[in-house]
Protein backbone atom coordinates (compact mmCIF):
# COMPACT_ATOMS: atom_id res chain seq x y z
CA UNK A 1 0.00 0.00 0.00
CA UNK A 2 1.56 3.42 -0.92
CA UNK A 3 0.62 6.33 1.28
CA UNK A 4 1.33 9.65 -0.42
CA UNK A 5 3.38 12.46 1.03
CA UNK A 6 1.83 16.18 0.94
CA UNK A 7 3.59 19.28 2.04
CA UNK A 8 3.25 23.10 0.86
CA UNK A 9 0.72 23.96 3.10
CA UNK A 10 0.90 26.93 5.68
CA UNK A 11 -1.07 30.27 6.79
CA UNK A 12 -1.40 33.17 3.97
CA UNK A 13 -3.83 36.01 3.94
CA UNK A 14 -6.64 36.09 1.73
CA UNK A 15 -5.90 36.64 -2.01
CA UNK A 16 -2.25 35.16 -1.49
CA UNK A 17 -1.32 31.71 -3.22
CA UNK A 18 0.01 28.63 -1.93
CA UNK A 19 1.60 25.65 -3.62
CA UNK A 20 1.23 22.24 -2.69
CA UNK A 21 2.98 18.97 -3.34
CA UNK A 22 2.51 15.17 -3.56
CA UNK A 23 4.68 12.50 -3.82
CA UNK A 24 3.77 8.98 -4.27
CA UNK A 25 6.72 6.67 -4.49
CA UNK A 26 6.21 3.31 -6.28
CA UNK A 27 2.55 3.75 -6.91
CA UNK A 28 0.79 1.75 -9.85
CA UNK A 29 -1.93 4.11 -11.24
CA UNK A 30 -5.18 2.93 -12.80
CA UNK A 31 -6.51 5.09 -15.25
CA UNK A 32 -8.51 7.18 -12.65
CA UNK A 33 -5.03 9.11 -11.75
CA UNK A 34 -4.95 11.23 -8.86
CA UNK A 35 -6.51 13.68 -6.95
CA UNK A 36 -6.80 16.73 -4.10
CA UNK A 37 -8.83 16.64 -1.81
CA UNK A 38 -9.86 19.33 1.13
CA UNK A 39 -11.29 18.04 4.97
CA UNK A 40 -13.07 21.49 5.90
CA UNK A 41 -12.86 22.94 9.09
CA UNK A 42 -15.11 20.69 12.06
CA UNK A 43 -15.51 17.84 9.69
CA UNK A 44 -13.84 14.79 10.69
CA UNK A 45 -14.88 12.32 8.68
CA UNK A 46 -13.03 10.84 5.65
CA UNK A 47 -16.61 10.66 3.92
CA UNK A 48 -16.77 14.83 4.50
CA UNK A 49 -13.68 14.98 2.38
CA UNK A 50 -14.50 17.12 -0.70
CA UNK A 51 -12.91 16.40 -3.83
CA UNK A 52 -10.83 19.53 -5.03
CA UNK A 53 -9.40 18.47 -8.38
CA UNK A 54 -8.42 14.91 -9.69
CA UNK A 55 -6.52 14.36 -13.17
CA UNK A 56 -6.15 10.86 -14.55
CA UNK A 57 -3.54 9.66 -16.28
CA UNK A 58 -4.55 10.61 -19.88
CA UNK A 59 -4.11 13.77 -18.47
CA UNK A 60 -7.93 14.38 -18.00
CA UNK A 61 -8.72 17.61 -15.27
CA UNK A 62 -11.80 18.37 -12.85
CA UNK A 63 -12.00 21.19 -10.48
CA UNK A 64 -14.32 21.83 -7.67
CA UNK A 65 -16.57 24.78 -9.31
CA UNK A 66 -15.82 27.18 -6.41
CA UNK A 67 -12.01 26.49 -7.51
CA UNK A 68 -12.11 26.35 -10.80
CA UNK A 69 -9.64 29.44 -12.78
CA UNK A 70 -8.19 29.83 -9.27
CA UNK A 71 -6.45 26.37 -8.93
CA UNK A 72 -3.85 24.46 -10.99
CA UNK A 73 -3.74 20.74 -10.96
CA UNK A 74 -0.17 19.23 -12.40
CA UNK A 75 1.90 16.22 -11.97
CA UNK A 76 5.41 15.83 -12.44
CA UNK A 77 7.20 13.71 -15.39
CA UNK A 78 7.18 10.61 -13.81
CA UNK A 79 3.25 11.30 -13.11
CA UNK A 80 3.73 10.28 -9.09
CA UNK A 81 4.38 13.67 -7.85
CA UNK A 82 1.24 15.79 -7.75
CA UNK A 83 0.85 19.52 -7.80
CA UNK A 84 -1.81 21.94 -6.63
CA UNK A 85 -0.91 25.40 -7.46
CA UNK A 86 -3.52 27.61 -5.34
CA UNK A 87 -3.85 31.44 -6.39
CA UNK A 88 -6.37 34.49 -5.16
CA UNK A 89 -6.91 31.81 -2.08
CA UNK A 90 -10.46 32.97 -0.36
CA UNK A 91 -11.47 32.10 3.60
CA UNK A 92 -13.44 29.41 2.63
CA UNK A 93 -10.34 27.32 1.24
CA UNK A 94 -9.19 26.42 4.47
CA UNK A 95 -8.76 23.14 5.85
CA UNK A 96 -6.58 20.04 5.61
CA UNK A 97 -5.61 19.06 2.11
CA UNK A 98 -5.24 15.56 0.81
CA UNK A 99 -3.21 14.01 -1.75
CA UNK A 100 -5.01 10.59 -2.35
CA UNK A 101 -3.98 7.78 -5.61
CA UNK A 102 -7.47 6.63 -7.24
CA UNK A 103 -8.96 3.88 -8.26
CA UNK A 104 -11.57 2.10 -10.18
CA UNK A 105 -14.19 0.83 -7.47
CA UNK A 106 -17.25 -1.98 -8.81
CA UNK A 107 -19.86 0.78 -10.07
CA UNK A 108 -16.35 1.33 -12.35
CA UNK A 109 -16.47 5.36 -10.54
CA UNK A 110 -12.97 6.68 -9.83
CA UNK A 111 -12.67 6.63 -5.74
CA UNK A 112 -9.64 7.84 -3.57
CA UNK A 113 -7.95 4.56 -2.03
CA UNK A 114 -4.00 5.86 -0.75
CA UNK A 115 -4.46 9.11 1.21
CA UNK A 116 -1.42 11.28 2.70
CA UNK A 117 -1.41 12.33 5.79
CA UNK A 118 -2.33 15.69 4.88
CA UNK A 119 -1.27 19.48 4.96
CA UNK A 120 -3.35 22.44 6.72
CA UNK A 121 -3.87 25.34 4.92
CA UNK A 122 -5.34 28.17 6.84
CA UNK A 123 -6.25 31.32 4.62
CA UNK A 124 -7.17 34.59 7.08
CA UNK A 125 -8.68 38.16 6.09
Known amino acids: QVQPVESGGGSVQAGGSLKLSCEAPGVIFSGCGMGWYRQPPGKERDEEREEVSTISTSGNINYRDSVRGRFTISQGNARNSLYLQKNRLKIEDTGVYYC???????????????WGQGTQVNVSS
Open 100 to 114: AVLVEDSGLQCVPED
